[in-house]
């Protein structure tokens, strides 16, 4: 007579073990999976959006002050007291020396660069001036400051690079006038002059 052996529920046989090991190892790639998806977030990151950078700048370390002016074609102004106009924003007031030191951990740190950055951020249909201005002098020097107007969409095109002289405090030069059509084309570049501080 045969003993019939009862079977335990405790004891898995090897089918059901290798069963749960491969349920495991697609949880762990699926798991993996979703990481890999999931890049993390960038946090702070702002992308800009600009049609045409303009630059002003002069001499590292020379402590006197000179100022951006910029009219668009609806008659706006951009300049230290008035920073944002129509789609043109000032991103910094360089002052010279004036406002290029910090004090870190008792040190004295000095920025040599003396630059003013003009962003447009959009463009309407007709002509822009971009004007310097003398602003201040610290030593009575001259300055030369370096122009340029680089349009950035839909590749980096220089649309003007030159320098002006500035002979004294209050000089005011025309470093460059450009007309922009409904596309965004660029025509009309010429350094004819047209005031724009005496107008405020």
């Given at each position: ?82 920073r944002e106009a129509g789609l043109m924003h000032l991103d ?109």
């Amino acid at each position: 007579m045969a003993v019939l052996r009862k079977r335990r529920f405790d004891e898995l046989d090897p089918f059901s073990d290798l069963l749960f090991n491969a349920l495991l190892a697609f949880v762990m790639l699926f798991a993996v999976a979703l990481i890999a998806m999931n890049p993390k977030a960038k946090t702070g990151v702002i992308d800009a959006k600009a049609e045409f950078i303009v630059t002003v700048s002069w001499r590292d370390l020379d402590p006197n002050d000179v100022d951006t002016w910029i009219q668009d074609p609806g008659g706006n102004l951009v300049w230290f007291r008035a920073r944002e106009a129509g789609l043109m924003h000032l991103d910094r007031d360089d002052r010279g020396v004036a406002n290029d030191t910090i004090v870190v951990n008792g040190q004295k740190v000095v920025n040599p660069l003396n630059q003013e950055v003009v962003t447009i951020r959009g463009f309407a249909p007709g002509e822009y001036t971009v004007n310097v201005h003398y602003y201040d002098t610290k030593d009575g020097r001259p300055v030369d400051v370096n122009v340029s107007v680089v349009k950035v969409n839909p590749r980096a095109e220089v649309v003007y690079y030159g320098t002006v002289a500035l002979a004294r405090k209050g000089d005011e030069a025309t470093a460059v006038r450009f007309s922009v059509d409904r596309d965004g084309l660029v025509t009309g570049v010429n350094t004819l002059p047209k005031t724009l501080v005496e107008r405020q």
